[in-house]
């Protein structure tokens, strides 16, 4: 801490000199460039023009006249590289174009003024030993060399910085770099690794060398090594905002071994950064990354499902780990530390409730992590992905004062920079992984009212917050694969996007539609009034206006309200919430976010904020690249660079490599807390002492005529799957058969849902449904339109079926059955039409005998999703039975229980036999809106009559507590079986007091069973532990297990 | 036996063919077989067959409605489209049969076709060419049969 008081000596020191436009931080920089020296800190401040990039853009204080010349001396010249052939510093002369206009090896020459300083900063000089391509020609020692590159048209794309590379011996012709004499013309070429490097930072004019020969043979012959004393500059002007253009290998390519040209050639040079990277690529690769063996996590991902093979259902036992095993796996990937040593916090007495001990300690852990680096601290620690060098150019200050040009190199990314880049610009904040149930949003709570970021934090520099460590990134282009243009620690754009950004901002809190009701009760329940503004942004009628937003301590919203007020294209259209700055950034159940390419996650990512933090009890779900979302929000370092991601964590982990899996756990750690109900505390007892859950699988069996049923439709289905196999063409038809299992699993819960009719959905717009068949008739020829039908036929037969009108269909004279509409706007049953065919792709219509094939045919849309009048012939399957059995058992003991389905239409049905044994029931599903699921969950914590919620399995998934009930029952496995036991861990979480039941229905010797095995086995896949090729097989593996 | 595995939709038809019969018309199934139907089709008045009653028999196959109903006339009928074993020409009863199509459909065809008769497709060469010839004698000869086999029950 001393030495921190030292720096705030050394800054008043330096402010009582400078001028009030530099902010602390431009001067801790300073003294940090200097070694804190204060004379030379303050002539890097007066003279270095990009140290006050905030207020206007940079420019050369002094002589901007030259330098403007220069430029454009430059843009002439400027064609594809520069040759230049000074051969000593201030030489100031230039050297002659080369007229000789030859396509392949075309020469521009730029005029070089080395000395000067502002344009071209002197790198330093090595020795680089050339090749002789000529013989008898002659070279001293000191003779200056020109070096030619090859155009970038000359060939193939050249490939500089790929290493091995599939067109290597290709493009290896068109990297040479030949060198030559005015006397004797081309003498010789410079070794590869040189052209290599040097080849995309000259011809991008980022670079430019001079050479001289040192020593060589008196009478050359070919391939003897020349001595060259090469010297690099580098243009300073790459450094100004407008210039920003990376360093990096202008071949983007997919290629893994991405290696940035300048970080090759500062080495080829023998230049070493007088401050390292902590992490560089390199350390990537080879660097074991030590591990603490007293961590859990040392198992990797293969041998994880190998060794717990899972026999499904083999008797009616129960699975009493079932629910576990998506936990143990995450696990497995994500790490989970030991986190029982971590120090308390007490909440600030804003907070209405006790806090348990172990999310004291949540709340300890974030405040750290939110602080990061004590701030001097921080803004003086060098960012851990760059490393610094002192070029050999020395800065003329105006007192004579010299001193190391410093240049940051970032060693992933490729970017350069003359800003210090520091820690601030990292991520503050983390992911808060604690399992389903204890108590994630009022940890957050907590931690809101300890620091809301509007005047209520005392330790906080907030202003300096919002204005030094934002980032905007740029990721609208993240489609790309490249490191190109990835989020990254673009120093210059921030502060032209930022202007955008007016507002600071408070908390900004993101969550799925289902819990924006809770977030804000929660908020109320448990914050002292008065202690924190909440406002609720979302619907229609939400402000535009940023100060509305920012005024709130808490602004809580959806995240289709933040993907509708992001515009990718166009930031300028972006909604309020960019428009803000915001203290804090929290998305809760931030796994909606891990699809790295959808909308929501692009815009969670590109919101600005100072702190950001993910509640998610799921970090992954499906993959590992589920993570990769949640850090580039985060702006976790390299990794929120898709290339670095892919190269050294995604690929490594799907090939089943371990390191992968070592490194995401080792980025993880700190920033992460996780725990489960079973962590246990510093004497080992558990965290949270819940009451016990009992979860059982309930096998049912079919009745025979369900068993008929179910038998007929597994041959029908069975019959085409095996076609698609024979075809080979599984994989091809995924979307058919998974089709054809969703009806075989819909049999299972009741034979009606086969009935039903999944394939409505498009047609179900009747207007839409005309215009179709009127659109057809227009686009026909003229003699083709006679036999459609007329206008006020096709509207009749749509008003009929709007009107609901039964109608029957002409062959079997009975109520429609899945009635389908021909082109010529006839009705009929689907089956009694194709039945009249002869062949079964096309036929005449029975009416009107146009001929008709089977695609043009239209679901015509009813009003009863059932084809089957289900009231009037109400059968009771054998889930239905045991459903009814437990219900009525549970009556008396006045417990709620929550039934999950997959299907609304099966809790449509449900909805039957519940009325007509007079179970008092709710209904949640995704159809409602908020309010009425509001309603919904009040009414049924408050409503002591009701017993039953039905609730559709997504529906339930997110967020909602439904501790008011203590039974759950799963009435069809879903194929995450995360997804199930995160709506069924709903119940059973803090706040629950009851014992919790929670039964599984599983239909014996049906695909049910089936899907428990191939539901193990998808933890395989989960767990990466599968390559491509044996996912593809896998995937057709599974899909041939379902049909055994 | 039969009738216990009738389709519902030839149950259907009967009911209606009974309940709202078609002007002209009337069928009725067998006893012993719902499939066979005895019909009688009034001649249609302004043709040669006024007054006549015609007995036909129908018959729905087993693949009823896909396929179409066998039809006979049983009296006797001088008609350039019926031969004299009293099969019928008329092309929804062989390749231009619908599903969509009914027992009271086809009756009410053959009831037009007495009205219109089509010698230029014909079934019995011999009334064809004698309708093309001399129509007003053939139509003489198809009221002398009416008058001789149809009159009465």
Redesign the interface.
């Known amino acids: 801490m001393g030495k921190n008081k030292v720096t705030d000596e050394l800054l008043s020191t330096v402010r009582s000199i400078v001028d009030s436009g530099y902010s602390d931080m431009d001067i801790i920089r300073a003294l940090h460039m200097t070694n804190n020296d204060v004379t030379a800190a303050i002539n890097i401040i007066f003279d270095t023009p990009s140290f006050k990039l905030k207020e206007r853009p940079p420019a050369f204080r002094k002589n901007p006249q030259i330098l403007s010349s220069e430029v454009g001396n430059l843009k002439q010249n400027g064609v594809q590289k520069s040759n230049c052939t000074l051969g000593t510093e201030g030489n100031g002369s230039s050297c002659p174009s080369n007229s000789g206009d030859d396509v392949v090896e075309e020469v521009a020459v730029a005029r070089c003024e080395s000395s000067a300083g502002s344009q071209w900063w002197f790198v330093g000089s090595g020795e680089v030993s050339g090749l002789s391509t000529c013989k008898g020609r002659r070279l001293r020692p000191g003779d200056e060399v020109d070096f030619t590159f090859p155009t970038k048209s000359s060939s193939t794309s050249p490939s500089p910085g790929k290493v091995f590379g599939r067109g290597r011996q290709a493009a290896a012709c068109s990297e040479i770099v030949r060198f030559s004499t005015k006397d004797s013309g081309e003498i010789g070429r410079i070794p590869k690794e040189w052209a290599r490097c040097l080849l995309p930072l000259v011809r991008d004019k980022k670079v430019r060398i001079e050479g001289h020969c040192k020593s060589a043979p008196d009478v050359l012959s070919i391939m003897d090594t020349i001595l060259l004393s090469i010297s690099v500059y580098i243009n300073s002007s790459m450094f100004l905002k407008q210039n920003k253009t990376s360093l990096k290998a202008a071949n983007n390519s997919t290629d893994e071994t991405v290696v940035h040209p300048l970080p090759t050639l500062f080495r080829l040079l023998g230049l070493s950064p007088f401050k390292k990277a902590e992490f560089t690529p390199s350390d990537l690769y080879t660097r074991k990354r030590p591990l603490d063996p007293k961590d859990s996590f040392g198992l990797c991902a293969p041998e994880l499902r190998a060794n717990k093979p899972k026999i499904p259902g083999q008797n009616g036992d129960e699975v009493e780990n079932e629910e576990s095993i998506s936990d143990a796996d995450l696990e497995n990937i994500v790490g989970i530390g030991d986190s029982s040593e971590l120090e308390e916090m007490d909440p600030p007495g804003t907070l209405q409730c006790e806090l348990r001990p172990y999310q004291k300690q949540a709340l300890h852990w974030m405040i750290q992590l939110e602080k990061g680096h004590c701030m001097d601290e921080g803004a003086m620690t060098l960012h851990p992905c760059w490393e610094a060098y002192h070029l050999a150019d020395k800065y003329a200050g105006p007192f004579a004062y010299r001193r190391d040009r410093v240049i940051y190199l970032n060693a992933f990314s490729g970017d350069a920079t003359t800003e210090f880049p520091s820690t601030l610009q990292m991520a503050r904040g983390g992911i808060l992984a604690d399992a389903m149930g204890l108590g994630k949003t009022i940890m957050t709570i907590s931690l809101l009212l300890t620091h809301s970021g509007h005047g209520l934090s005392v330790s906080y520099p907030t202003s300096q917050s919002s204005s030094e460590d934002i980032e905007v990134p740029d990721i609208s282009d993240h489609s790309s694969d490249l490191p190109k243009k990835v989020p990254k620690f673009s120093g210059f754009d921030k502060l032209l996007k930022q202007k955008n950004t007016v507002e600071d901002g408070g908390c900004l809190i993101i969550c799925p539609m289902t819990l924006l009701g809770q977030w804000k009760a929660e908020i109320e329940t448990h914050a002292k009034p008065g202690s924190l503004s909440v406002y609720v942004h979302y619907g229609q009628s939400r402000p535009k206006d940023a100060k509305i937003l920012a005024q709130s301590d808490v602004v809580i919203t959806t995240y289709g309200v933040l993907a509708s007020e992001y515009s990718a294209e166009n930031p300028k259209e972006n909604g309020g919430l960019y428009s803000v700055s915001w203290f804090r950034v929290v998305l809760d159940e931030a796994h909606t976010i891990k699809s790295s390419k959808s909308q929501i996650s692009i815009a969670a990512a590109a919101l600005v904020a100072g702190r950001r933090w993910c509640l998610t009890g799921t970090p992954i779900q499906n993959n590992l690249e589920d993570v990769y979302s949640l850090l580039r929000f985060l702006r976790v370092e390299p990794w929120g660079n898709w290339a670095w991601w892919n190269k050294l964590i995604q690929k490594p982990f799907e090939e089943g490599d371990e390191r992968g899996l070592k490194l995401v756990q080792s980025i993880l750690k700190p920033i992460m807390l996780r725990r489960t109900k079973f962590s246990t505390d510093r004497e080992g007892r558990p965290i949270l002492v819940l009451p016990p859950a009992d979860i059982q699988v309930i096998y049912c069996e079919l009745t025979e005529a369900e068993k008929d049923f179910y038998e007929a439709l597994f041959k029908r289905s069975k019959v085409k799957f095996d076609q698609f196999v024979e075809q080979g063409r599984v994989l091809h038809n995924y979307a058919s058969i998974l089709e054809l299992l969703l009806r075989l699993r819909q049999c299972c819960d009741h034979p009606f849902l086969v009935m039903s009719r999944g394939d409505t959905q498009d047609f179900s717009d009747l207007d839409k449904l005309a215009r179709r068949f009127l659109k057809g008739k227009q686009n026909s020829v003229e003699g083709e339109a006679k036999d459609l039908p007329s206008r006020a036929y096709v509207q009749e037969v749509v008003e009929e079926i709007r009107k609901g009108e039964q109608g029957e269909c002409p062959i079997c004279l009975e109520a429609f059955e899945d009635a389908v509409l021909t082109p010529c706007a006839h009705r009929l049953c689907r089956e009694c039409l194709l039945a009249s065919w002869r062949n079964s792709s096309s036929g005449l219509c029975p009416v009107c005998r146009k001929t008709i094939s089977k695609q043009d045919l239209i679901t015509a849309p009813t009003e009863s999703r059932f084809q089957v009048d289900v009231e009037k012939n109400w059968v009771e399957s054998s889930k239905v039975v045991i459903l009814l059995r437990e219900l009525e058992s549970l009556r008396s003991s006045g417990t709620k229980s929550i039934v999950f389905s997959q299907w609304t239409a099966f809790l449509d049905l449900l909805q039957i036999p519940l009325s007509r044994s007079n179970i008092p029931f709710l209904r949640l599903d995704g159809t409602l809106n908020q309010q009425q699921r509001e309603k919904v969950l009040k009414q049924f914590s408050e409503d002591s009559d009701i017993q039953v919620l039905l609730m559709s399995l997504k529906a339930g998934g997110v967020g909602i507590n439904l501790t008011a009930a203590s039974n759950a029952f799963v009435l069809d496995p879903w194929w995450n079986p995360a997804v199930e036991e995160q709506a069924v861990m709903r119940i059973h979480r803090i706040g629950q007091t009851k014992r919790v039941m929670i039964k599984r229905f599983i239909v014996k010797g049906t695909v049910e069973e089936r899907m428990e095995a191939v539901q193990a086995r998808k933890q395989r896949l989960i767990s990466g532990a599968l390559t491509d090729q044996e996912v593809r097989t896998a995937r057709i593996e599974e899909l041939k297990m379902l049909f055994t | 036996m039969a009738n216990s595995n009738l389709p519902?939709?030839i149950i259907?038809?009967t009911q209606r063919l009974l309940s709202e019969p078609a002007p002209g018309i009337s069928a009725s199934p067998s006893e012993e077989n719902m499939r066979y139907f005895n019909v009688m089709i009034l001649g249609p008045t302004q043709s040669p067959y006024e007054g006549g009653v015609f007995k036909l028999e129908l018959f729905l196959p087993e693949e009823y409605?896909?396929a179409a109903p066998k039809v006979r006339f049983l009296t006797k009928i001088y008609h350039p489209n019926i031969d004299k074993l009293g099969r019928i020409c008329l092309d929804i009863l062989k390749d231009?049969w619908?599903?969509?199509l009914?027992i009271r459909t086809v009756l009410l065809s053959i009831q037009a076709l007495l009205s219109a008769p089509n010698p230029d497709d014909p079934l019995s060469e011999n009334i064809a060419k004698h309708w093309k010839s001399n129509e007003a004698e053939a139509v003489e000869t198809a009221k002398e049969w009416t008058r001789l086999y149809a009159s009465g029950v």
Do not use: I, V
């Open positions: 519902r939709r259907k038809e409605p896909m231009k619908s599903p969509a009914q």
